[in-house]
């Protein structure tokens, strides 16, 4: 029988859209107990319906979970909390800073009830200090405020954020390490931990290359569409195929001359405005011009074929149809065509954390709306029935 690793632990997941609904969503597909915490009319995503755009991230995100509801600002539903927490390993949350404080159970308040309670939060720049630390934060307002939209987009273009929502789900991964790290150190100690993440902190990394060519260049890069932030690689770029793009990208001068052996043209090793770095920076546009030459001529599929078999770094542009139905990620595992209420079939993430010999448990539908309130009340706080009529009827669930 398979054991996941987090098999015993008891959460609680007061998360909400993407940043803390991951962190719990890979706690649960790494064994342990996640209770999503809600309110009476369920956490943000959930709150805006099965038909609309947030439906299938609430769907990925929040299966492997139960769902209780708690009106956390009466003060029946706050007494509960600390009943439950004394029978929990994990309490974590993203909202705004300073909400669970203001109700009397952030993390002072129950860790005073349960010493080893691990207590994590996420918020846009951190709450433990800092003048930014009561700033509100989502992921576009993150990508502006770290640099980020500075540097993407092109050079005579507005600064740019991707559509890819990194900053919450970025914050969301290192959410889990900081729990995972801490539960740990209490196996050595026996004590909990108070964790505080930064969106902000998260995302600083990321920008290594840009800042990198910060400081050569003595200021500001320009923004380099999709070509290297500080314009000293070439090729890198996304080229035109005959169905599309490709991105293509050479960091060593090796991988250079098998490109210029792909393309049939040997001799651009050694012509003098191609020979080394910063002769083919220097030359950038011409560069190009000869790569989207050779490109355009062939399909996506055709140019990553002859650039995989010379050991060149390239990828077709995959577009979302594509994804979804990635052969290797549906292989592997890592998508599971699953039904949806909505949308009749979708592509579902299993776990990106993988365990040699231990399979990620099945997915599940994400609970319905309170569909565990009951239940885990009577378990983890001793309500009985009448009590928990009682409770719904002052609406503190």
């Known amino acids: ?13 007061f998360g909400q ?18 209770i999503k915490v809600e309110s009476l009319i369920g956490e943000t995503l959930r709150a805006r319906g099965t038909t609309s755009a947030a439906s299938y991230p609430f769907a990925m995100l929040n299966s492997n979970k139960e769902s209780i509801t708690l009106n956390i600002k009466s003060e029946q539903a706050q007494a509960l909390l600390k009943k439950m927490v004394k029978s929990v390993d994990v309490v974590f949350e993203n909202f705004a800073p300073g909400t669970m404080d203001k109700y009397g159970i952030g993390a002072d308040s129950l860790r005073a009830d349960n010493p080893q309670l691990v207590y994590a939060s996420s918020t846009g720049y951190g709450v433990s200090s800092g003048p930014y630390k009561d700033y509100l934060g989502m992921d576009i307002t993150l990508q502006a405020m770290t640099g980020v939209m500075s540097i993407t987009g092109e050079d005579d273009g507005p600064p740019l954020k991707t559509a890819a929502a990194f900053a919450d789900f970025i914050a969301g991964t290192h959410l889990y390490a900081a729990i995972v790290s801490a539960l740990f150190s209490r196996t050595q100690t026996g004590e909990g931990a108070t964790v505080d993440i930064s969106m902000q902190d998260c995302v600083f990394p990321t920008l290594s290359t840009a800042l990198g060519s910060y400081y050569v260049a003595g200021g500001q890069p320009p923004r380099a569409g999709n070509r290297h932030p500080g314009r000293a690689l070439a090729p890198y770029n996304v080229y035109e195929a005959a169905d599309g793009h490709v991105a293509i990208i050479c960091i060593r001068e090796g991988h250079w001359r098998k490109f210029c052996k792909a393309m049939g043209a040997p001799e651009l090793g050694e012509d003098p405005r191609f020979v080394d770095f910063p002769a083919r920076s220097a030359n950038m546009d011409e560069l190009d011009a000869v790569v989207n030459a050779w490109t355009s001529q062939r399909t996506r599929e055709e140019v990553f074929a002859i650039l995989q078999e010379h050991g060149v770094i390239s990828a077709p542009v995959k577009r979302l149809n594509d994804v979804i139905n990635d052969p290797h990620l549906l292989a592997r595992g890592s998508l599971e065509k699953r039904p949806h209420e909505a949308f009749g079939e979708i592509a579902q993430l299993h776990t990106p954390i993988r365990y040699r010999d231990i399979d990620p448990p099945e997915l599940t539908d994400p609970p319905a709306l309170g569909e565990h309130t009951e239940a885990v009340l009577a378990e983890l706080a001793g309500i009985d029935a009448s009590e928990f009529a009682e409770l719904k009827d002052s609406e503190a669930v």
């Open 1 to 13: 029988m398979q054991q996941q690793p987090l098999h015993g632990v008891t959460v609680l997941d």
């Open 17 to 34: 859209v993407y940043n803390g609904p991951y962190c719990g969503f890979l706690l649960a597909q790494a064994g342990a107990r996640v």
